[in-house]
Nanobody, 116 residues
């Protein structure tokens, strides 16, 4: 059974940083497209960053490019999202995702609150 467990969320001031982690069990992350999504209150879930399977190439949404960095550690079966210069509008639940063709798995999410 595939499980994704996120951690690292919390409360941060505008301009601050957080590092989210997602540990996978029951599978190897290398075979999946691994992604970070977020969902703000009243809004649809959106893709933030993704690493395509069997590569180290990370893709980012326009709104976070240059501020967020997604990494993958195959040995630890973990993906991370380093978020810098966070903005108030980025308050959301952040979700880890594993996708292979039409099969998707989600973590339970971790809350990120950006507030002064």
């Amino acid at each position: 059974q595939v499980q994704l467990i996120e951690s690292g969320g919390g409360l941060v001031h505008p301009g601050g940083s957080l590092n989210l982690s997602c540990v996978a069990s029951g599978t190897l992350i290398y075979i999946w497209d691994m992604g970070w999504f977020r969902q703000a209150p009243g809004k649809q879930r959106e893709l933030v960053a993704r690493i395509v399977r069997k590569t180290d190439d990370a893709n980012y949404s326009d709104s976070v490019r240059g501020r967020f960095t997604m990494t993958r550690d195959v040995a630890k079966n973990t993906v991370c999202l380093q978020m810098n210069n966070l903005e108030i509008g980025e308050t959301a639940i952040y979700y880890c995702n594993a996708t292979f063709v039409s099969t998707k798995h989600w973590g339970q999410g971790t809350q990120v609150t950006v507030s002064s």
